[in-house]
């Protein structure tokens, strides 16, 4: 059996990796898609010989190439091709966000491979991060290395501000992605009360749906997946989470025209900075920055934690990647970014 990977998507994200389990010589061999990210093209890295079965997936974006039709979530345990299987672990990354641990059998030697996907280890609306216990002894670890040391500060000021300004008897629009907004109404329904004072919070769009389906129940929380009249979800002393992130089209452009020329609102912007926010209107405006991303010590000790023979470090800036290499002693560094193949095990023959 030999192991090797490649990156699917070097130049969109570096997240997508494709797995090649090739057995005997005169055998297909087999493909296995771990993908996290954008702009992959199976058609152009399949080769003849090669067959792509049992993706996994850590969000949904759309793949070119051969499919395979409906995707199904992986729960427990799960053969993706003969001899090798896939169980999801919590990421920590936002809710519902998972890693992967694959295992493969080669003889009698049974090898492991971690892929954290964006990860962290705090808790995230109700969900795990990555376990901090995960078993020692793992042959690989895919770690993706984006990095922010300002997330709880972040996340601190703009729950404080949002929190203030609704206690101040404003009308306070937040705008997010689906899952941070599922996030921000998650900790501010409970905020409202541990504090002992409720602040009513609605969820409006494609975030309400996603609250539905993670079958969340959190006080002080409603939801409205679809509304004809804006201005009935903006009232005094209350919050409305909406998206996308600014609020230019979709269903926060209309819940913005309501508060953009009331100077009693509030419009508050919760992006991931790849955006330019609306930093002027008759109404109070805020943005922040929310991205969920470990710190590099935190890295550092799952690495120590898992203690691999190999770690990929990917998904993360140019600049970032360079501080990986060479980083760990005794242990393989693949820090690049770039489509090269490379091999991670094959068996010693006797």
């Known amino acids: ?175 997010a992605s689906g899952l941070t907004g599922v996030h921000y109404a998650y900790l501010l329904g409970h905020l409202g009360e541990s504090l002992a004072e409720s602040i009513p919070v609605t969820l409006a769009g494609q975030a309400a749906k996603l609250y539905a389906d993670f079958e969340y129940d959190v006080p002080n929380v409603e939801t409205v997946p679809v509304f004809d009249d804006p201005s009935e979800l903006l009232e005094r002393g209350t919050v409305t989470v909406a998206g996308p992130e600014v609020p230019k089209e979709g269903g926060a452009r209309r819940l913005f025209d309501v508060v953009e020329d009331d100077s009693s609102a509030t419009l508050v912007q919760l992006t991931g900075g790849a955006t330019n926010p609306i930093e002027t209107a008759a109404c109070t405006v805020y943005d922040f920055e929310i991205v969920n991303h470990p710190s590099i010590p935190v890295i550092d000790d799952l690495v120590t934690t898992v203690d691999p023979i190999h770690v990929v470090a990917g998904h993360g800036p140019r600049r970032t990647l360079r501080k990986f290499r060479g980083r760990y002693d005794e242990r393989f560094v693949w820090a690049s970014n770039d489509d090269r193949e490379q091999t991670l095990y094959r068996r010693r023959r006797g």
């Open 1 to 175: 059996m030999k192991l090797s990977y490649q990156h699917a998507n070097p130049s969109t994200g570096g997240g997508s990796y494709l797995l090649r389990f090739r057995d005997e010589p005169e055998q297909r061999t087999a493909c296995v898609l771990v993908d996290s990210g954008v702009g992959v093209d199976l058609d152009s890295m399949l080769r003849d010989d090669e067959y792509r079965d049992g993706p996994v997936h850590a969000r949904r974006h759309p793949i070119r190439g051969r499919s395979r039709g409906v995707l199904e979530p992986l729960d427990g345990w799960t053969t993706l091709v003969p001899d090798v299987e896939a169980a999801p672990i919590p990421a920590g990354h936002a809710p519902g966000a998972a890693g992967f641990v694959v295992r493969f059998e080669d003889g009698t030697r049974t090898n492991t491979v971690l892929f954290t996907g964006d990860f962290t280890t705090r808790r995230v609306a109700g969900f795990p991060g990555i376990p901090t216990d995960v078993s020692t002894g793992a042959d690989v670890l895919f770690v993706n290395v984006s990095t922010t040391d300002e997330f709880e500060e972040t996340l601190s000021d703009s729950l404080f501000t949002i929190v203030e300004r609704a206690q101040a008897g404003s009308p306070v629009l937040v705008t």
